[in-house]
């Protein structure tokens, strides 16, 4: 098989620990916001049924309740896909890896298209069904790709860009040329 180098050679592929971190972030993320999207639903449930004054009989009926229940699911849904695949392709790295200084991108340096960052998203499963082996794979890959990375052709790098609670110099104002010495 042929291996396929980035195309700048000063590009750090990013490990384990870095990596890991980013997702716990980014599992918390998806959590809060699958939580606030809940409790949002329900607050509109309550008001629109005057916290069960009106239709009493309706909220609490079976057909309800699986409504419900479907549409927690598919908000969960949404967002746990959504999320990722939606960030890997339109910035090349979710918030967690924004915070790590970690950047998604194909293996050219070009950002995921969907159907990659799809490919990857499934990838992630793949890499966690025999006991998570598919995420320890970067410590002993060459190029630190997990199996979701070598699945889409993706790689997982150091961000170049400043990031959060990093020092930006700050421009020197320019002082001004006095004409009178």
Known sequence: MEKVALRTSHTTHAGFASRAVAFVVDILVMSVTILVAIALVQALLGFFTLYGLVGQRVTQSSPFGAIIAGMTALIGAAIAIGYPVGCWVLFGQTLGKFLMGLRVTRMDGSLLTIRYALLRYVGYWLSAL????????????????TWHDKLAGSCVTYSSKPLVGERRQRKQPKQRESWIT
């Open 130 to 145: 025999p006991l998570g082996l598919g995420f320890f794979w970067v410590l002993v890959d060459d190029q630190r790709q």
